[in-house]
């Protein structure tokens, strides 16, 4: 259910932008009334059944007391310890039950948390190869292969090259391969076949990590910290002084432009007016002087071909990364 609600919060501008608002909030209501019905369902039997066991206690220690007297003709003092000792035996009983349900009721979760830790386990980072990056020719796809799950493949016999000095633009539809192409750039996923080469040299033979710290990164959702814009930029690294990232802004072109001050915090965490204004943090991919930056992010693009494209151009003046953007 809070995943339905933050989805919807995480949305709400597109929702209010088509009027849908009031369609998601009758879905929140099914849900709702769904998880309620489910909750009292799941009280009712349980204070059924404890009920169920008082009723069979009783019952059945009635049916005992009266066997006892009628047809082994017991003394009132054996059948009272016999009672006080079929009533206690009874109670453990009634707890091993319960106990029995709680744990058959976890062992679902205990399941689904076990597989879960196997995939994640099964899906844990490789350890790279020890060679130090370096990006001063580009960067190459060789017959690059790669499918989701075993599933279709959705690059096949990709060949691509990036170029130190130039602008490289993916552009296609959704689902041509553009997020793709990068995540395998970023060392997120190995190609099934062929090779990601950086100035020729295997992706898979250098430290990845080294080679990450080299790249800028702007990811689709631009989401600001609850912190000032020099946090934001920075993010934390001491290292960075507030000169490099009021050169970062410079550079981004967004030093005048940003409406918010640089050392108070920006007051939201989300994508609310102030990002509008102060879009700073993530378009500059961090202030130090990056080797290649990746933009993951609409751009305006007439192409509409049935595959992504690698479109060029040449670096802008004063820009010593080597950008590569997606169009959607």
Request: aromatic letters at 6%.
């Amino acid at each position: 259910m809070a995943v339905y609600f933050i989805d919807g919060l995480n949305n709400i501008k597109a929702l209010k932008a088509m009027g849908k608002q009031s369609r998601f909030q009758a879905f929140l209501e099914r849900k709702i009334r769904s998880l309620r019905k489910a909750q009292r369902l799941a009280v009712t039997t349980h204070e059924v059944r404890r009920s169920l066991q008082e009723v069979l206690m009783s019952a059945c220690l009635c049916g005992t007391l009266y066997v006892s007297l009628t047809v082994f003709d017991y003394q009132v003092s054996e059948i009272l310890v016999m009672a006080v000792l079929l009533s206690q035996t009874m109670r453990y009983l009634a707890r091993i039950q319960e106990n029995y349900q709680r744990v058959a009721g976890a062992e679902a979760i205990h399941d689904s948390f076990h597989a879960l830790l196997k995939e994640t386990r099964a899906a844990s980072e490789r350890r790279s190869g020890g060679l130090m990056p370096t990006l001063n020719r580009g960067i190459r796809f060789e017959d690059v292969h790669f499918a989701y799950l075993k599933q279709r493949e959705v690059l096949r016999g990709a060949n691509l090259e990036i170029p130190v000095g130039e602008i490289t633009v993916l552009t296609g539809p959704s689902g041509a391969g553009k997020t793709t192409i990068t995540d395998l750039l970023l060392g997120f996923y190995d190609p099934e076949q062929g090779q990601v080469r950086i100035d020729g040299v295997p992706l898979t033979e250098i430290d990845i990590a080294a080679w990450r710290g080299m790249i800028g990164f702007v990811p689709q959702e631009i989401v600001l910290l609850h912190d000032s814009v020099y946090a934001n930029v920075s993010l934390g690294d001491p290292k960075i002084t507030q000169a490099d990232a009021r050169d970062a802004l410079e550079r981004a072109g967004r030093r005048g432009r940003c409406d918010c001050p640089f050392r108070r915090g920006l007051g939201t965490g989300d994508t609310g007016p102030a990002q509008g204004h102060c879009r700073t943090p993530r378009r500059t991919a961090g202030p130090r002087r990056t080797e290649h930056r990746r933009w993951n992010q609409p751009v305006p693009a007439d192409e509409r071909s049935s595959g992504a494209r690698a479109v060029r151009a040449p670096r802008p003046r004063g820009d010593p990364g080597s950008p590569l953007r997606r169009s959607a």
